[in-house]
T-cell receptor, first 110, second 118 residues
Framework: SQQGEEDPQALSIQEGENATMNCSYK?????LQWYRQNSGRGLVHLIL?????REKHSGRLRVTLDTSKKSSSLLITASRAADTASYFC??????????FGQGTRLTINP | NAGVMQNPRHLVRRRGQEARLRCSPM?????VYWYRQLPEEGLKFMVY????????ESGMPKERFSAEFPKEGPSILRIQQVVRGDSAAYFC????????????????FGQGTRLTVV
């Protein structure tokens, strides 16, 4: 089974609006990572948040982590058409393997 | 650094043939992951390898699938006697360390190999 579960599965917003995606996980983690995938391409790492961190920023990205609820959120502010992609959270399951959720398909409408 | 290189990008095989997918990790990376992705779905973990060792193959089907990461050369994902259900995109990722250990250990992905079984 996949470690992360993102919601919503699909999100469509207007350019300039903020987009929020959520991720829940099942087991304890050392860190949680977010990745982006453009259609037909490989995944690109966006940001990593450690288990002892609550919030992290990178440009227009803001990630939060709530280990008590086993959940994380990714916020993209001032969205652009180029942000259209699928976004995945990922964490380590067991000792070794990086496991991904089903992803959120984000569409930014111009 | 050329990044993670996968080849071929597209592979067409007839049912019963063998598919061999190659992944060259980034320079200096000794950890390789293979994933399978069906359209509109997430990435399903298949196998995690270090040089000459299979660390976790819990996502690999018991039959027909095998993976290796030799001391020299690329990692290979091999699918014998392919069936139509094997059609998918197969992604390889590499990292310099076990990617669960903290900052700087994110995984870098290749562009994938799209396998079509006809």
């Amino acid at each position: 089974s996949q470690q992360g579960e993102e919601d919503p599965q699909a999100l469509s917003i207007q350019e300039g609006e903020n987009a929020t995606m959520n991720c829940s996980y099942k087991t304890s983690i050392n860190n949680l990572q977010w990745y982006r995938q453009n259609s037909g391409r490989g995944l690109v790492h966006l940001i990593l948040i450690r288990s002892n961190e609550r919030e992290k920023h990178s440009g227009r990205l803001r990630v939060t982590l709530d280990t008590s609820k086993k959940s994380s959120s990714l916020l993209i502010t001032a969205s652009r058409a180029a942000d259209t992609a699928s976004y995945f959270c990922a964490s380590i399951q067991g000792a070794q393997k990086l496991v991904f959720g089903q992803g959120t398909r984000l569409t930014i409408n111009p | 650094n050329a990044g993670v290189m996968q080849n071929p990008r597209h592979l067409v095989r007839r049912r019963g043939q063998e598919a061999r997918l190659r992944c060259s990790p980034m320079k200096g990376h000794s950890h390789v992951y293979w994933y399978r992705q069906l359209p509109e779905e997430g990435l399903k973990f298949m196998v995690y390898l270090q040089k000459e060792n299979i660390i976790d193959e819990s996502g690999m089907p018991k039959e027909r699938f095998s993976a290796e990461f030799p001391k020299e050369g690329p990692s290979i994902l091999r699918i014998q006697q392919v069936v139509r259900g094997d059609s998918a995109a197969y992604f390889c990722a590499s990292s310099p360390l076990n990617t669960g250990t903290g900052v700087g250990t994110e995984a870098f992905f290749g562009q994938g190999t799209r396998l079509t079984v006809v």
